[in-house]
């Protein structure tokens, strides 16, 4: 997440970063750390405290929260709050489309008896094939770091995890590479240009 504070006739102090930084930790949690940027505005008019945080989060979604008071935390807190249900509402969405996603939805086989002459359909022979696409998915995994090191150093590593891959940016030429093991039981190396 890249995080932008401005400040408006405001110092940015280390402690009021930190009550910023802890407001977006609260909604960093509810998207799942699908947040891409978040850009804080704060200004000071006399005795108003005004802070404006604009969220930029996966699938184009924007999100602000505006919030005054007289002391910043308050201010703050005010803006956060409507952001988290900004993003209680977008995970809603994100969670139902999931659900509703045509393409996820397997058939349901009847069983023999009452569910059969609810007009459940069984599946053909030819659905096979169709049943298997619907099957396949991909599930995302967490964020993998690439850290630089030697293709010895990468194979050491992938001997001692239990992992099937190690990627890696190789120290000698400096690019993307991926060690991982073959059924043969040897390791092979992938190099990216």
């Known amino acids: 997440m890249q995080l932008d504070i401005t400040g408006r006739h405001v110092d940015i102090t280390p402690s009021l970063r930190?009550?910023?930084?802890?407001?977006?930790?609260?909604?960093?949690?509810?998207?799942?750390?699908?947040?891409?940027?978040?850009?804080?505005?704060?200004?000071?008019?006399?005795?108003?405290?005004?802070?404006?945080?604009?969220l930029h989060a996966r699938g184009d979604k924007s999100l602000r929260g505006l919030g005054e008071g007289n002391k910043w935390s308050l201010s703050v807190r005010q803006a956060v709050e409507k952001l988290e249900q900004q993003a209680e509402k977008i995970k809603t969405q994100w969670t139902e489309r999931k659900r509703s996603d045509?393409?996820?939805?397997?058939?349901?086989?009847?069983r023999a008896g009452a569910g059969a002459s609810r007009g459940a359909r069984m599946p053909a022979a030819g659905d096979g094939a169709d049943a298997q696409e619907?099957?396949?998915?991909?599930i995302r995994a967490t964020r993998y770091p690439v850290k630089p090191m030697s293709v010895e150093d990468a194979a050491l590593r992938l001997e001692e995890s239990p992992d099937a891959f190690v990627a890696f940016r190789n120290a000698e030429t400096?690019?993307?590479?991926?060690?991982?093991?073959?059924?043969?039981?040897?390791l092979g190396l992938i190099e990216t240009d």
């Open 102 to 110: 045509p393409r996820r939805r397997v058939p349901r086989v009847a």
């Open 174 to 186: 400096d690019a993307v590479s991926i060690l991982y093991r073959r059924h043969d039981g040897h």
């Open 134 to 138: 619907r099957a396949t998915r991909v």
């Open 18 to 54: 930190q009550v910023i930084e802890r407001g977006l930790a609260r909604i960093e949690r509810i998207l799942n750390d699908s947040i891409v940027s978040v850009r804080v505005i704060l200004t000071l008019e006399k005795y108003r405290h005004r802070t404006e945080i604009l």
